[in-house]
């Protein structure tokens, strides 16, 4: 009888609790990670111009604050032989959602089309505590 009293009770408390949406907007900033793993014949002249042409998103889509990016110099051998990373930063997930289905953006996806290897492109987004 004990335990099941607690459980509702805990049942009780839990319901009153304000839960979020799982499609609620995040607050804060959003920060959008992206790793390319280039397949073995793109030379660094052509990643060069991939990190480029990523950078240069900023100056089209206004929604980035930022784009930061670099290749891999770690020397503890867990990058998965990703090459390159980039965090762009956006001031809401409704500003990432629009750079998603920004023109540019969708034409700089089209320059990676043949030279990425397989499972060869890493995103995660998260919402920046800073």
């Known amino acids: 009888m004990k335990t099941f009293c607690l459980g509702l009770l805990a049942a009780a408390m839990c319901a009153a609790l304000p839960v979020a949406a799982a499609d609620a907007p995040a607050k804060g900033k959003i920060v ?6 280039y397949k073995k014949a793109v030379t660094d002249a052509k990643q060069k111009e991939i990190a480029d042409a990523l950078v240069a998103l900023k100056k089209s889509i206004p929604q980035i604050i930022s784009i930061d990016h670099g290749r891999n110099v770690s020397k503890e051998g867990f990058e998965k032989g990703f090459h390159e990373l980039f965090i762009v930063t956006f001031a809401s997930e409704k500003d990432r959602d629009i750079y998603l289905e920004h023109p540019k953006h969708k034409e700089f996806a089209k320059l990676l089309d043949g030279i990425i290897a397989d499972k060869g492109v890493f995103v995660f987004d998260y919402v920046s505590k800073q």
Not at 32 to 37: L, M, R, W
């Open 32 to 37: 959008h990670v992206v790793g390319f793993k």
